[in-house]
């Protein structure tokens, strides 16, 4: 993203898997940035954002765990700011960005794996009932092809931490209006209530997590609470390509969002769904 002169990236995981449709860019090509904006510490978000600040001298903001693995991988201190929520920061002359807690999708839990699909139980379950003995995180149950092996050695190889650190979501304030960014489909309703930013870019995966339990409904559903919450002009999905087949894959086409246009025209009419690719230009606010 960039505001006049400044450049923020939000995240920093774009070197994915060969079988991922390729991004267009390595974070080791960035030869300029100002900060990073990191939403949680999972390798899928955090991974590059080390090269980053090393080559260019861009100040990552991100939980304390996002600060450790940034050490861990040789980045200055001086160049690591650490949020949990609450902070404002000035990115800019006319720039500031407001850091609000967050909630990671519940990745315990089952997910839908098309945006309409409904998704239900799990509720009221503590973390020994979240996390029985064995249970596997980063590959659906089965998976043992040769494509989820190359997946699992890409993980292994990317910089991250089992963690999330503690998500985090951003509002970032700009003289022409502001700009809501998570990372990962959960929400604390009574924290993004308040903000009303004029846009706002919403993580569409797994199993979204509303006030500290998993959604009894659909993906779509969940798009269309937090976008009525937060009532932008203009909405864009994240999260929700195909980043790493066979763990993931693609509601990005006008077909699986189908059902995402029809829950906002309804609960959120007038609100504008922005559907772009990868590094394709677009005007956030006029
Ligand atoms: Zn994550």
Known sequence: MTVDDLVVYLDAYMDRVPSAPPAGLSALDVDH????????????????????????????????????????????????????????????????????????????????????????????????????????????????????????????????SHETGGALAYLIETPEGSIFYHDTSGCWTRVIGDLHPDVAIIAMAGRPNVDGEPTQGSLTQFGGRVTELLKPQMLFLGHHDAWMPPRTRDMTTEEALAPVREELSRVAPGVRLANVDYLEGTRLLA
């Open 33 to 160: 940035t100002d900060f990073v904006l990191v939403g949680h510490s999972h390798f899928d978000h955090l991974a590059g954002a080390e090269h980053i600040a090393k080559n260019t001298g861009a100040r990552n903001i991100g939980s304390n765990e996002t600060a450790h693995v940034m050490l861990d991988e040789g980045v200055p201190q001086e160049q690591l700011l650490r949020a949990q929520g609450g902070e404002h920061f000035r990115l800019s002359d006319t720039v500031t960005v407001r850091v609000y807690p967050n909630l990671h999708s519940c990745i315990w839990s089952t997910a839908a794996e098309n945006p309409g699909e409904i998704a239900a139980g799990d509720y009221g379950l503590t973390e020994d009932e979240r996390w029985p003995p064995g249970r596997r995180l980063m590959m659906p149950d089965g998976a043992d092809s040769e494509g989820a092996r190359v997946a699992m050695e890409h993980v292994e190889s990317c910089t991250g």
